[in-house]
């Protein structure tokens, strides 16, 4: 019984055997299949890469002309094209660039033809001649009189040395001679004295005809206009230098009009302008540029131009605004029709007529800029003709043209 037992359980080890052998053989084989099929999948990756290598190679250009990369863009247009949007040239050409510049300007008195009225001796103000602000007076006209201890003594003095060079006797005795030739020096110096305190010779040859010094000096104006201010009342005591009126000329005026920097390098002295005040409607006043300041003002970037310009009427007052309009004309420059410039973004563009039909693009660098026309620093030559009317829509065949490709 016991053989029999363990014959019976040597198949079925041997059968154990064998499945685990099948299963080991079965996970090769499964393996190296894996493995052969990643092979081939890598190898067709290489077989596909490589043409396309070879495609993007040949359309890369082979040892390409550097003149052709650089080239401008140039559009062909058939003539039926042309006429149908209707381009236009011009040549570029040599002229002056006109431009009007346009701001506002305060009026004010000329400054010479304003003049202060005061006296280099002190006294007492016994009349006013002239007792309002806003009074028109003539030039030499009274404004005023005062009274002056120290000129009544100044007058007395003169007539003094007067009469002591008057001659008494008929005698040359040599210190007679000498003591009236210092009399004449004495005379002589009090009479420039008065003449330094503002009397006239008028006035000293009164004084010698009457032999009787004035109590009282009247100050005159010295120049025809209107009394800008007052600073003198009567009765009031004034001393020397102070100021007692303020005169004005306004036959003539300033306007101070303030011009912004880039503006100012074509503002020339000597230039036209034209004023427009606001509450004269349709009234036009001619001007002029008299000068150009030398600062800027650093809060509002502008400088200050002084015009002249003539008041009929006395219709402009001090501190009235007006709209000022400069004529500025700039030197000899190589100038295109503003509407030739095309602006894109950061660049400027100009289309050059070439040959008719064939429109070739240009960046361009700009200077002056004028009411019509437009100056051109660098990429026009003089003589080339420049497209100045259909050039958008030459652009804009340009564009769908390079997007195409």
Same mark, same amino acid.
């Given at each position: 019984?016991?053989k029999?037992?363990?014959r019976?359980?040597?198949?079925?080890?041997?059968?154990h055997i064998?499945?685990?052998i099948?299963?080991?053989v079965?996970a090769?084989?499964?393996?190296?299949?894996?493995?052969v099929?990643a092979?081939?999948?890598e190898h067709?990756g290489?077989?596909q890469g490589?043409p396309?290598?070879?495609?993007?190679?040949?359309?890369?250009?082979v040892?390409?002309?550097?003149?052709?990369?650089?080239a401008?863009?140039t559009?062909v247009l058939?003539p039926d094209?042309?006429?149908?949007i209707g =381009?236009?040239?011009a040549l570029?050409e040599?002229r002056s660039v *006109?431009?009007q &510049?346009?701001?506002?300007?305060? !009026?004010? /008195?000329?400054?010479?033809?304003?003049?202060?009225?005061?006296t280099?001796?002190?006294g007492?103000?016994k009349k006013?001649y002239?007792s309002?602000?806003?009074?028109r007076?003539?030039k030499s006209?009274?404004?005023?009189s005062i009274y002056s201890?120290?000129?009544v003594?100044a007058?007395?003095e003169?007539?003094?040395a007067l009469?002591?060079?008057r001659?008494?006797?008929s005698?040359?005795?040599?210190?007679?001679e000498?003591?009236e030739?210092?009399?004449?020096?004495?005379?002589e110096?009090a009479?420039?004295?008065l003449l330094?305190?503002d009397i006239?010779?008028?006035q000293?040859?009164?004084?010698e005809k009457?032999?009787?010094?004035?109590t009282d000096? =009247?100050?005159?104006?010295?120049l025809?206009?209107?009394?800008l *201010?007052?600073? &003198?009342?009567?009765g009031s005591? !004034?001393? /020397?230098?102070?100021?007692l009126?303020k005169?004005?000329?306004l036959s003539?005026?300033w306007i101070i009009a303030d011009?912004y920097?880039?503006?100012?390098p074509?503002v020339?002295?000597g230039?036209?302008?034209r004023v427009?005040?606001?509450?004269?409607?349709?009234?036009?006043?001619?001007a002029?540029?008299?000068f150009?300041?030398?600062?800027?003002?650093?809060v509002s970037?502008?400088?200050k131009?002084?015009?002249t310009?003539?008041?009929p009427?006395?219709a402009l007052?001090?501190d009235?605004?007006?709209?000022?309009?400069?004529?500025a004309s700039s030197?000899p420059k190589?100038v295109?029709p503003a509407?030739?410039?095309l602006f894109?973004?950061?660049?400027?563009?100009?289309?050059?007529?070439?040959?008719p039909?064939?429109?070739?693009m240009?960046?361009?660098t700009?200077?002056?800029?004028?009411?019509?026309?437009?100056?051109v620093?660098?990429?026009?030559?003089?003589?080339?003709r420049v497209v100045?009317?259909g050039n958008?829509?030459?652009?804009s065949?340009?564009q769908?043209?390079?997007?195409g490709?």
């Amino acid at each position: 019984m016991s053989k029999k037992s363990c014959r019976s359980l040597n198949p079925d080890r041997e059968n154990h055997i064998v499945t685990i052998i099948l299963r080991t053989v079965g996970a090769v084989f499964l393996l190296a299949s894996v493995a052969v099929t990643a092979s081939a999948q890598e190898h067709a990756g290489h077989q596909q890469g490589a043409p396309a290598q070879a495609e993007k190679k040949a359309d890369q250009p082979v040892n390409a002309p550097a003149k052709e990369q650089s080239a401008a863009p140039t559009v062909v247009l058939s003539p039926d094209k042309v006429q149908l949007i209707g =381009v236009r040239t011009a040549l570029a050409e040599i002229r002056s660039v *006109d431009r009007q &510049v346009r701001t506002v300007g305060r !009026i004010e /008195p000329d400054e010479t033809k304003l003049a202060f009225v005061n006296t280099k001796i002190g006294g007492w103000v016994k009349k006013l001649y002239v007792s309002y602000t806003g009074d028109r007076v003539e030039k030499s006209q009274p404004l005023l009189s005062i009274y002056s201890p120290d000129l009544v003594t100044a007058q007395e003095e003169y007539l003094l040395a007067l009469r002591a060079v008057r001659p008494t006797h008929s005698h040359s005795d040599q210190s007679l001679e000498e003591v009236e030739a210092s009399g004449k020096e004495l005379l002589e110096s009090a009479k420039r004295r008065l003449l330094l305190w503002d009397i006239t010779p008028e006035q000293i040859a009164e004084l010698e005809k009457t032999g009787k010094p004035r109590t009282d000096m =009247v100050i005159q104006a010295p120049l025809s206009g209107i009394v800008l *201010d007052k600073m &003198v009342l009567e009765g009031s005591y !004034i001393t /020397p230098g102070m100021n007692l009126y303020k005169i004005a000329d306004l036959s003539d005026v300033w306007i101070i009009a303030d011009v912004y920097e880039y503006e100012v390098p074509i503002v020339r002295v000597g230039q036209e302008a034209r004023v427009t005040l606001p509450y004269y409607s349709g009234e036009t006043l001619a001007a002029k540029v008299d000068f150009i300041y030398p600062v800027l003002d650093p809060v509002s970037r502008t400088v200050k131009v002084r015009l002249t310009m003539h008041n009929p009427g006395l219709a402009l007052k001090p501190d009235m605004f007006g709209n000022v309009e400069i004529m500025a004309s700039s030197g000899p420059k190589l100038v295109v029709p503003a509407t030739a410039v095309l602006f894109s973004g950061l660049h400027q563009i100009i289309y050059v007529e070439k040959k008719p039909g064939v429109y070739e693009m240009r960046q361009v660098t700009l200077g002056l800029r004028g009411e019509d026309y437009v100056e051109v620093i660098k990429g026009i030559n003089k003589g080339e003709r420049v497209v100045t009317s259909g050039n958008f829509l030459i652009d804009s065949e340009s564009q769908l043209r390079s997007g195409g490709q």
